[in-house]
């Protein structure tokens, strides 16, 4: 075609890629070889601008489908980095063990601990209301958080062996 290099340089200043300005070229070649007669055409040059425009314009338009498609696929992406339904509920879970292992500390270990990892305490308050010194107050969020990581780690193991002995007996040929 005589005008092809003018329109593919149109084409390309409309920020086409070059396998896009190929492809839109191709389809309007297409498009034109299935006229029944081009005895119609006046202007050869605008008929093909105006082919090529009216291809490159539903490109577009499906690449902002496509971009719309990639929102919806972000969106959807904080979803999934939500807690499942049975994240929270094994959470919520073990915040109920936590607070029964710290209801068994003894009185004023537990008072320290639940002012100082349960409401947020800082250690300089809790001396200055319970009337302790800090150092004090240290050494008993000490001794609860370490306290509460034995029993923790003690009901894990009972629970661990429970499973164990549980597979070993489903594992029993009978």
């Known amino acids: ?6 329109v593919r340089r149109w084409l390309a200043r409309s920020r086409l890629s070059p396998e896009d300005v190929d492809e839109v070229m191709q389809e309007a070649y297409c498009r034109i070889a299935m006229l029944p007669s081009v005895d119609h055409i006046d202007r050869p040059l605008s008929y093909m601008f105006a082919i090529t425009r009216n291809l490159m314009l539903r490109r577009m338009k499906r690449q902002q489908v496509v971009v719309l498609e990639a929102f919806s696929d972000v969106e959807s992406w904080y979803d999934d980095e ?12 073990n915040y109920a063990r936590v607070l029964q292992i710290i209801a068994r500390l003894p009185e004023r270990c537990r008072r ?15 001396a200055a209301h319970l009337g302790m010194t ?6 008993q969020v000490w001794s609860g958080v370490r306290a509460i990581r ?20 489903e594992a029993r040929p009978w």
């Open 1 to 6: 075609m005589p005008h092809e290099a003018r």
């Open 82 to 93: 939500a807690p499942s339904p049975e994240d929270q509920a094994s959470s919520r879970m």
């Open 112 to 126: 320290v601990v639940e002012l100082r990892k349960i409401e947020g305490w800082s250690q300089k308050e809790i």
């Open 134 to 139: 800090e150092k004090a107050v240290e050494k």
């Open 150 to 169: 034995a029993a923790w780690d003690a009901a894990e193991a009972e629970n661990e062996q429970r499973l164990t002995g549980a597979e070993r007996r």
